[in-house]
């Protein structure tokens, strides 16, 4: 079966264990997801399942969305991921729901990280600024020298300096799964997950065992 959910974001809360602890959670709205599509390594290459989550109106999706979700009778699915499987034991029409996970078990979920537009080096990478006195008056939060003069002649690619920051593809590993509502397709998860409330999350079982 696979162990694998769309889902939104929620928000967060806290909830207390046996011992009166209190555990930080985000509550995920994950699924009901349906089989859009399932590719097999002789067809396709690879092995994997499409999940479509999320009913939209027809006029939000091209006419090709809708055609191929028409050959399953499925309704117009608004976001469409694929997950890895080697031996998928699923039919495409086939609906999963958030039970497929389980107290106890742990999770990767991946999701977009909030977008903080552009940004200087202290903010983005943490570095330390210049002295706050000795005659200085604008160099507290810049970046520094950028490398040697004659040779290279050049800043190297990938050096570390301002730029755009966030919004990311973020992988969270190992969350444990603390909560499993599907009466109101709810899953919580202890800690935090990438993205603002409201955005798209792929759940999956935790590659690190």
């Known amino acids: 079966m696979l162990k694998g959910l769309i889902g939104k974001k929620v928000g967060m809360t806290q909830i207390f264990d046996e011992a009166g602890s209190v555990i930080p959670v985000t509550l995920i709205e994950a699924g009901p997801c349906y089989v859009t599509q399932v590719r097999r390594a002789d067809q396709d290459g690879y092995s994997a399942v499409q999940l479509g989550f999320e009913e939209a109106k ?3 999706l091209t006419g090709g969305q ?31 729901k ?3 996970f389980s ?3 742990y999770v990767d979920v991946i999701g977009t990280s909030k977008g903080k537009g552009f940004a200087g080096a202290v903010k983005r990478y943490h570095f330390r600024g ?5 005659g200085q008056s604008d160099r507290l939060r810049a970046p520094g020298s950028r490398g040697s003069g004659t040779t290279p002649g050049r800043v190297y690619k990938g050096a570390k300096g301002p730029g755009h920051m966030g919004s990311e593809r973020v992988t969270t590993q190992n969350l444990k799964v ?21 955005g798209i999350l792929m759940i999956k079982e935790t590659r690190k065992q």
């Open 130 to 134: 210049g002295p706050k006195t000795h």
């Open 178 to 198: 603390v909560l499993v509502d599907p009466e109101r397709n709810l899953l919580g998860v202890r800690g935090s997950v990438p993205g603002s409330r409201g």
């Open 66 to 96: 809708l055609g191929h979700l028409k050959r399953n009778n499925l309704p117009p699915l608004r976001f469409l991921r694929e997950f890895r499987a080697k031996s998928p034991e699923l039919s495409e029409g086939d609906a999963l």
């Open 58 to 60: 027809p006029k939000r």
């Open 103 to 105: 107290i106890g078990e």
């Open 98 to 100: 958030v039970d497929v």
